[in-house]
């Protein structure tokens, strides 16, 4: 398996424009996080989806965050309008049984917003 | 606030001695996984210890869990530069199916 999928790697964006994320998990696994780490705040989970549908979004942090997940293998988490403070590398994982299991990490999303 | 915190917060030892690093937390856990992250890469899930366990081994790796103190250690036996990475300890809150939470982390740092 080629394990949790992520893109792009990198982003650079200036302030104000939208930003997409993208996610493909772990073939089988009905749990997606979204997490997003900071030298400040460590690693905060934003949403999590149990088979698709969102379960948890109480750490997203404003309007301007959203994430869907239209199919079980890809999973999207948008920034509209992004701001510096955004900047932060964000990670998609995936598990069989959520938080009660192994969660896989993605490698994650390094966001500079200018 | 945070649920699990990390002690110490760096750790540098040398190639060959024993790591040790503690983890603690407020409210009662269903599991304690804890995670590495080398840099620049994704965190890699070490192992996962249940509420109702008080030890784990996996390779050079030990953990112990003691529920009355809300706390956990990680020992890493015969270090190896390799293990240069940050540990973290994460919590399964009761009640809540996927809200696992991450403590700030321990950055070990093993010297040649």
């Known amino acids: 398996d080629a394990g949790v999928i992520q893109s792009p790697r990198h982003e650079v964006t200036e302030m104000g424009q939208e930003v997409t994320l993208r996610c493909k998990p772990i073939?089988?696994?009905?749990?997606l996080f979204w997490y997003r780490q900071t030298m400040m705040r460590g690693l905060e989970l934003l949403i999590y989806f149990n088979n698709n549908v969102p379960i948890d979004d109480s750490g997203m942090p404003e309007d301007r965050f959203s994430a869907k997940m239209p199919n079980a293998s890809f999973s999207t988490l948008k920034i509209q309008p992004s701001e510096p403070r955004d900047s932060a590398v964000y990670f998609c994982a995936s598990s069989l049984s959520g938080a009660r299991d192994t969660q896989y990490f993605g490698p994650g999303t390094r966001l500079t917003v200018l | 606030s945070q649920q699990g915190e990390e002690d110490p917060q760096a750790l540098s030892i040398q190639e060959g001695e024993n790591a040790t690093m503690n983890c603690s937390y407020k409210t009662s856990i269903n599991n304690l996984q804890w995670y590495r992250q080398n840099s620049g890469r994704g965190l890699v899930h070490l192992i996962l210890?249940?509420?109702?366990?008080r030890e784990k081994h996996s390779g050079r790796l030990r953990v112990t869990l003691d529920t009355s103190k809300k706390s956990s250690s990680l020992l890493i036996t015969a270090s190896r530069a390799a293990d240069t990475a940050s540990y973290f300890c994460a919590t399964e809150v009761g009640g809540s199916q996927g809200n696992l939470i991450f403590g700030k982390g321990t950055k070990l740092s093993v010297k040649p």
């Open positions: 210890i249940r509420s109702n366990e």
């Open positions: 073939s089988g696994h009905d749990y």
